[in-house]
């Protein structure tokens, strides 16, 4: 069965630094990936999708991932990190016609003055 | 604005105490899920419907079951409440395989 494994329940990053939330699945046929945020007391947004096209993802509010095969990845960065950023991150894995999409455990992200 | 509506917001149930979550949307989605988020553990899926008429178990679906009314609403039933079901519940439809909707969630208390 796919999963997802997030590496780090808790980041936290300097206002302009580079933002860093790893991601690792497991699949035995190729996934659909997916990156959605959560801010206090609301649901969760999509951020961005891999759906087997382009294997670098852009996504809203400047963030980007990579889907690297090789390694079983897929984690997401932004160059320069805004408090606005502040939240919590999921990571999440289907694939085609498949209607059980598995999330990651989240990573709290704390941005710094 | 178009969407996924849940309600209530909070309920404080007592053990042994049965209520449904409400949800609803308006995006003319075929799929609808239902999810519960604990600390620690992300999101797990304890029931979906792939398309009006239909429901199959997901993750963790002990102590629940669900109701697709229509294809707008999907509703969730405690028949009785413990407190291990304590947690924030979100509803959420998707019309392709390509990224789910979310509702902004119920947070229920069992004591």
């Known amino acids: 069965a796919q999963s997802v494994t997030q590496l780090g329940s808790h980041v936290s990053v300097s206002e302009g630094a580079l933002v860093l939330l790893r991601c690792n699945y497991s699949?035995?046929?190729?996934?659909?990936l997916f990156w959605y945020v959560q801010y206090p007391n609301q649901g969760l947004q999509l951020l961005l999708k891999?759906?087997?096209?382009?294997?670098l993802v852009k996504g809203i509010n400047g963030f980007e991932a990579e889907f690297k095969k090789s390694e079983t990845s897929f984690h997401l960065t932004k160059p320069s990190a805004h408090m606005s950023d502040a939240a919590e991150y999921f990571c999440?894995?289907?694939?085609?016609?498949?209607?059980?999409?598995?999330f990651g455990a989240g990573t709290r992200l704390t941005v710094k003055p | 604005n178009a969407g996924v509506t849940q309600t209530p917001k909070f309920q404080v149930l007592k053990t042994g105490q049965s209520m449904t979550l409400q949800c609803a949307q308006d995006?003319?989605?075929?799929?609808m899920y239902w999810y519960r988020q604990d600390p620690g553990m992300g999101l797990r899926l304890i029931y979906y419907?792939?398309?009006?008429?239909?429901?199959d178990k997901g993750e963790v679906p002990n102590g629940y079951n669900v109701s697709r009314l229509n294809k707008r609403e999907f509703s969730l039933r405690l028949e009785s409440a413990a407190p291990s079901q304590t947690s924030v519940y979100f509803c959420?439809?998707?019309?392709?395989?390509?990224?789910?909707?979310f509702g902004s969630g119920t947070r229920l208390t069992v004591v």
């Open positions: 959420a439809s998707s019309g392709t395989p390509y990224g789910y909707t």
């Open positions: 699949s035995s046929v190729p996934p659909y």
């Open positions: 891999y759906t087997s096209a382009a294997t």
């Open positions: 999440a894995v289907s694939f085609y016609n498949n209607n059980d999409m598995r």
């Open positions: 995006m003319n989605h075929n799929s």
């Open positions: 419907s792939a398309s009006e008429g239909t429901t």
